[in-house]
């Protein structure tokens, strides 16, 4: 992440808004993908903030989650003030040791608490966004005391040699697990997609927020199928992967960085298309997984689906019956 503090006209401010929301959607993705590498209710730690023990699972997949909705914001304020949103990241990383991934964890918070912390606003009018920026730090620094915190409690524990899960031997030849892995990369992107449009028409509150909807649904599904291929034996992959230090491997673009549609029709008539190839996809894999838990999560994603396909559909017939409508 670029070091970047002073912030005195509309160019440097989009800069900076920028570096942060890159830096945001990284981690968003960075932590769900540690989080499904440990085993839940395993590595127990006295948190800090809520005074109370929780497991370190559960609470990396929750901080994924408060990054994915600092990006939203950072994202509609760029919107707002003008701005064009990137939709690039940052390199995300993941190691073979559990306490490795949580340590570059605490890192990439006491380097984004940095940022928000020191950016200096000059000839800058936007109390409103400035406030967003010292409450979104706050939350930061929350993040850095819970990661310390398991950190701690894994080298206090005796955890520092575990590993974490590894990919199943046959994830590149079994027919379910490749399909499976198939449907968490199109949620990845349907997911993103969605943002995308929500932030392209921020100021239609009707369209958005119908369209936030079905994004945030997205998100649940790619979390509960990371959570499926750990059942299966397997770990969710990252997408692009190529070799980092300490046995790790990393993804310089873990999400797709441009979507296509700049128009109302356009949006829907891609989001339609997105909806039917999940539709195709889950009829298949259902017919692959066993029956029980893991093949009835998938008929409650499928059914999700229909419901956006029923949506995208009417949204796209009565934006097509308004003339002049963009």
Same mark, same amino acid.
Request: aromatic content about 10%; some cysteine.
């Given at each position: 992440? =670029?070091?970047?503090?002073?912030?005195?006209? !509309?160019?440097?401010?989009?800069?900076?808004?920028?570096?942060?929301?890159?830096?945001?959607?990284?981690?968003?993705?960075? /932590?769900?993908?540690?989080?499904?590498?440990?085993?839940?209710?395993?590595?127990?730690?006295?948190?800090?903030?809520?005074?109370?023990?929780?497991?370190?699972?559960?609470?990396?997949?929750?901080? +994924?989650?408060?990054?994915? /909705?600092?990006?939203?914001? $950072?994202?509609?304020?760029?919107?707002?003030?003008?701005?064009? &949103?990137?939709?690039?990241?940052?390199? $995300?990383?993941?190691? &073979?040791?559990?306490?490795?991934?949580?340590?570059?964890?605490?890192?990439?918070?006491? =380097?984004?608490?940095?940022?928000?912390?020191?950016?200096?606003?000059?000839?800058?009018?936007?109390?409103?966004?400035?406030?967003?920026?010292?409450?979104?730090?706050?939350?930061?620094?929350?993040?850095?005391?819970?990661?310390?915190?398991?950190?701690?409690?894994?080298?206090?524990?005796?955890?520092?040699?575990?590993?974490?899960?590894?990919?199943? &031997?046959? !994830?590149?030849?079994?027919?379910?697990?490749?399909?499976?892995? =198939? %449907?968490?990369?199109?949620?990845?992107?349907?997911?993103?997609? /969605?943002?995308?449009?929500?932030?392209?028409?921020?100021?239609?509150?009707?369209?958005?927020?119908?369209?936030?909807?079905?994004?945030?649904?997205?998100?649940?599904?790619?979390?509960?199928?990371? +959570?499926?291929?750990?059942?299966?034996?397997?770990?969710?992959?990252?997408?692009?992967?190529?070799?980092?230090?300490?046995?790790?491997?990393?993804?310089?673009?873990?999400?797709?960085? !441009? /979507?296509? +549609?700049?128009?109302?029709?356009?949006?829907?008539?891609?989001?339609?298309?997105?909806?039917?190839?999940?539709?195709?996809?889950?009829?298949?894999?259902?017919?692959?997984?066993?029956?029980?838990? $893991?093949?009835?999560?998938?008929?409650?994603?499928?059914?999700?689906?229909?419901?956006?396909?029923?949506?995208?559909?009417? %949204?796209?017939?009565?934006?097509?019956?308004?003339? +002049?409508? =963009?």
């Amino acid at each position: 992440m =670029e070091k970047f503090y002073r912030v005195n006209n !509309a160019e440097t401010l989009f800069k900076y808004l920028n570096i942060a929301l890159e830096h945001e959607w990284a981690v968003s993705f960075e /932590y769900v993908i540690h989080a499904y590498s440990m085993p839940k209710g395993k590595y127990f730690y006295f948190d800090p903030v809520m005074n109370c023990q929780f497991d370190a699972r559960a609470q990396t997949i929750q901080i +994924g989650l408060d990054e994915m /909705y600092h990006a939203l914001q $950072i994202g509609l304020i760029i919107k707002q003030l003008g701005g064009q &949103p990137s939709f690039k990241t940052d390199v $995300i990383k993941r190691y &073979p040791r559990i306490i490795d991934n949580l340590k570059r964890d605490k890192m990439t918070e006491d =380097e984004v608490t940095e940022l928000y912390q020191k950016v200096r606003f000059e000839n800058i009018n936007q109390p409103k966004l400035q406030n967003m920026v010292l409450n979104i730090a706050a939350d930061e620094i929350r993040h850095g005391q819970q990661f310390q915190a398991m950190i701690s409690t894994m080298e206090k524990e005796g955890w520092k040699e575990d590993l974490g899960f590894q990919p199943h &031997p046959e !994830a590149e030849s079994r027919e379910d697990l490749k399909l499976l892995h =198939e %449907l968490c990369q199109l949620e990845n992107s349907m997911m993103h997609e /969605y943002l995308y449009y929500v932030l392209l028409f921020s100021e239609h509150q009707d369209l958005s927020q119908r369209l936030f909807k079905n994004s945030i649904n997205h998100m649940r599904h790619w979390d509960k199928l990371s +959570g499926i291929l750990v059942k299966m034996g397997d770990v969710l992959r990252l997408e692009n992967p190529e070799p980092a230090e300490n046995g790790g491997e990393q993804s310089r673009i873990p999400m797709p960085e !441009a /979507y296509p +549609g700049g128009s109302r029709i356009e949006a829907l008539t891609s989001l339609l298309k997105g909806e039917r190839v999940l539709l195709e996809k889950y009829e298949r894999a259902m017919k692959l997984v066993p029956e029980g838990d $893991i093949r009835n999560q998938l008929i409650a994603h499928l059914s999700l689906c229909r419901e956006h396909l029923y949506t995208q559909q009417s %949204l796209l017939e009565n934006a097509r019956k308004i003339k +002049g409508l =963009e």
